[in-house]
């Protein structure tokens, strides 16, 4: 079985024409956490994990992964929606879960990846899988962020026998010039180090990846495992 969590923060964020800077000093908030989980009885009960972040000008928009019961193995992921003024203070959606597991290659659970905004459509990328299987990717649209369509196929897919047969995803996306490009984890088998991948699409489904990770743990470091 792939690895349950999301090993990073996936925020996809359209930029504005214009040079963007590393940030290297990270000032944590001193009233962590900003989003917790739910009152006891609500879908999201037992946890929230990091989700895919977009800011319109006005207002952060979040989708986030939310549990019941703290989990053993698989939790029964969800996908929640919160909204923010100032990325500190979140209302979650009164209709939270937004968007469920559908029961087939995403039964075990599911939680997001990336979130683009063309100006029409919200474009979803999003974590699943069962028990027994690796995670993929699949895809969505949404033209308000609540209502999701979604394919019943996932659009990334780990190769039998490769780097990334058991784990195949995407966590970070950008729209740049007409196409996609999606940076994803990627594992042989469970256990075994997780790299970064990278892929391109026209439309979002059908993605061109690359033969090779583009980013790998060296076997020593505070990464050097995954």
Avoid at 125 to 147: C, H, I
Avoid at 159 to 185: E, S
Avoid at 211 to 219: A, Y
Wanted: hydrophobic letters at 40%; proline letters at 8%; one cysteine or more.
């Amino acid at each position: 079985m792939s690895s349950l969590w999301p090993l990073g923060v996936a925020l996809a964020v359209l930029l504005a024409t214009g040079t963007a800077e590393g940030q290297t000093p990270w000032t944590k908030y001193v009233d962590n956490p900003v989003l917790e989980a739910g009152e006891p009885g609500e879908w999201d009960q037992g946890g929230v994990v990091s989700g895919a972040v977009l800011f319109d000008g006005a207002m952060y928009h979040m989708w986030y992964g939310g549990f019941r019961t703290i989990p053993l193995v698989w939790p029964h992921l969800d996908i929640g929606y919160a909204t923010s003024p100032d990325g500190v203070t979140w209302t979650k959606h009164p209709l939270n879960p937004v968007f469920v597991r559908a029961g087939t290659w995403d039964s075990a659970g599911i939680w997001p990846g990336a979130v683009v905004w063309d100006g029409a459509l919200y474009h979803m990328w999003y974590v699943g899988g069962t028990s027994a299987s690796p995670t993929q990717t699949g895809y969505a649209t949404s033209p308000d962020g609540v209502s999701w369509t979604r394919l019943d196929d996932p659009v990334l897919t780990g190769d039998p026998g490769g780097w990334d047969a058991a784990q195949a995803d995407i966590h970070a996306v950008i729209a740049d010039g007409g196409i996609y490009r999606a940076w994803y984890n990627g594992c042989a088998a469970a256990g075994s180090w997780s790299r970064i991948g990278y892929a391109t699409s026209p439309d979002g489904v059908v993605w061109d990846k690359h033969p090779d990770p583009v980013l790998w743990p060296l076997g020593y470091g505070w990464d050097g495992y995954a």
